[in-house]
Nanobody, 114 residues
Framework: HVQLVESGGGLVQPGGSLRLSCAAS????????MGWYRQAPGKERGLVAR???????NYGDPVKGRFTISRDNAKSTVYLQMSSVKPEDTGVYYC????????WGQGTQVTVAS
């Protein structure tokens, strides 16, 4: 079965950086698009960044120019480099197969506060 394990979250000051990782198993990682999703307090989970199997990237408007999604197919891992973070970036971050979501992992909490 699919297992997604997110890590790398924590408390970061506004303007700071953080790198999230998501290790996937139970899927043929190299041929699926992957996404990072965010669930802010009191809001629904939404897609913030997507990377195709070929490495093409898409970003939601709130994170364009600040976040970078990347993948390492050899490690079945997708990353989210967060820079110039803002308090509104606070939330639980999840990864999943973009557009064909499987069971969700536990997520990793990101809190942006001074």
């Amino acid at each position: 079965h699919v297992q997604l394990v997110e890590s790398g979250g924590g408390l970061v000051q506004p303007g700071g950086s953080l790198r999230l990782s998501c290790a996937a198993s139970g899927i043929i990682f190299s041929i699926v698009p992957m996404g990072w999703y965010r669930q802010a307090p009191g809001k629904e989970r939404g897609l913030v960044a997507r990377i195709s199997d070929g490495g093409y990237r898409n970003y939601g408007d709130p994170v364009k120019g600040r976040f970078t999604i990347s993948r390492d197919n050899a490690k079945s891992t997708v990353y989210l480099q967060m820079s110039s973070v803002k308090p509104e970036d606070t939330g639980v971050y999840y990864c999943n197969v973009a557009g064909h979501e499987r069971s969700w992992g536990q997520g990793t909490q990101v809190t942006v506060a001074s």
